[in-house]
């Protein structure tokens, strides 16, 4: 088992950034990439970044592209997500999630474990 806690989250107003940080904990060594989802009030849950633990290999969602960096450290189990130039539409609850198959993030999005979230508002 692997769990997860995000923090970073806040209020902020337009063109502003914000740094998320997640903290595994568990059996990290089964971890293959972590990543960040977000999920807006009557809206999908959407992927926002992915990082490949081994190699470091990056994927956005095109949305973030430009503006928003995810980063890993291994030794100290955390996954970042560097937020610059946030727009009001970035307002969501922002999850963590990690797996130790990549494909369960990248392409199917349903990664093994999940954090509890935390919140980012965006004003205009």
């Known amino acids: 088992q692997v769990q997860l806690v995000e923090s970073g989250g806040g209020s902020v107003q337009a063109g502003g950034s914000l740094r998320l940080s997640c903290v595994a904990s568990?059996?990290?060594?089964?971890?293959?990439?972590m990543g960040w989802f977000r999920q807006a009030p009557g809206k999908e849950r959407e992927r926002v970044a992915v990082?490949?633990?081994?190699?470091?290999?990056?994927v956005y969602a095109d949305s973030v592209k430009g503006r928003f960096t995810i980063s890993a450290d291994n030794a100290k189990k955390t996954a970042s997500l560097q937020m610059n130039s946030l727009k009001p539409e970035d307002t969501a609850m922002y999850y963590c999630a990690a797996d130790r198959v990549c494909a369960r993030l990248v392409a199917t999005a349903r990664p093994g474990y999940w954090g509890r979230g935390t919140h980012v508002t965006v004003t205009s």
């Open positions: 990082i490949y633990t081994t190699g470091g290999i990056t």
């Open positions: 568990g059996h990290t060594d089964s971890i293959g990439c």
